[in-house]
């Protein structure tokens, strides 16, 4: 059953089912309807990839081949994408358990060892808590080593924008200062971050050009972002911790290649670079990966603040 938290000014709905994600964060607007800062969660819907925003751990984003090597061994997941990839970490399509809640709150955990068919080779556990407070969304993520050697670690967050809110005529405006963007093939990193002209772009609030499709990957993300929906009047800020320095900007466009851009795009906070695990165990550095030794935490937290003006 979902647990819904509100503040009289937002609305948040968690299905624990699926992996605690949220499936709606909304503002009320005109006419006191309550309007959606992230992708809205068709009712029923049981694909968490449909979430308005899930979590992503022990890793974030792809694993080519779900294979891996970590300290000299080589460890091979479950493919779980079409492209072959181990996607998006192992939890946002597992039950989580609440372990508390209050009208404006609530707290849920995992545990790997509650779930035999887990695709990771090391156990460990999962907690996020959410707080609102006015517009305000705090999300605070953690993964934990249940094991009694290192383990290699990272999560984030996977939150969907719409492109208009309650004006037809908004065009979604983003700023995202980051150091660098990844050269990529098919979304895996394929040499080191360099800045660029899409950058420098987003190191101001400025349209999001119909022209930026698939993933972008960033790094030296500077923890804050700003999203705009200049005819509804509204500005959403996102304020990362320190340890989530990458950043992902995913732009889905309709398959048949035309510059036809899906309603929504996704600006995802995360503590390492895609296939950060295998990039750490070729000597690159920089990647954000975090080995965790036994009883450590990776401990995030991620801020959403709506304004209206």
Do not use: K
């Amino acid at each position: 059953m979902a647990v819904v938290i509100e503040s009289g000014t937002a609305r948040v709905v968690i299905e624990p089912a699926q992996g605690a994600g949220i499936a709606d964060f909304a503002l009320r607007g005109p006419a006191n309807f309550y309007y959606p800062l992230m992708r809205r969660t068709p009712h029923g819907d049981p694909s968490p990839s449909n979430l308005a925003c899930f979590s992503m751990a022990p890793w974030c984003n792809r694993i080519p081949g779900g294979v891996f090597a970590f300290r000299g061994v080589r460890h091979a997941l479950r493919a779980t994408a079409a492209d072959g990839t181990a996607i998006h970490g192992d939890v946002r399509a597992r039950p989580w358990r609440i372990l508390d809640r209050t009208p404006v709150s609530a707290r849920l955990a995992f545990e790997s060892a509650e779930h035999p068919s887990v695709n990771y080779p090391f156990p460990f556990a999962c907690e996020v808590r959410y707080e609102l407070e006015g517009s305000r969304l705090t999300v605070d993520l953690s993964v934990i080593n249940r094991g009694d050697g290192p383990m290699p670690a990272g999560c984030g967050l996977h939150p969907y924008f719409p492109r208009r809110l309650w004006d037809e005529r908004d065009r979604l405006e983003i700023e995202a200062p980051c150091a660098g963007r990844y050269p990529a093939r098919e979304t895996i990193p394929s040499g080191p971050m360099r800045d660029d002209a899409l950058c420098r772009r987003l190191r101001t609030l400025a349209p999001l050009e119909d022209s930026v499709r698939g993933s972008e990957i960033f790094g030296g993300f500077g923890g804050r972002a700003r999203l705009a929906w200049p005819a509804s009047g509204v500005e959403l800020t996102v304020e990362a911790s320190p340890n989530l320095g990458h950043l992902v900007l995913f732009c889905p466009h309709h398959r048949d290649g035309a510059p036809s851009p899906l309603p929504h795009v996704a600006l995802e906070p995360q503590s390492h670079v895609t296939d950060a695990i295998n990039l750490a165990d070729s000597g690159a550095s920089g990647t954000g990966l975090a080995v965790l030794e036994r009883a450590g935490r990776l401990d995030t937290r991620t801020v959403f603040e709506a304004r209206t003006r």
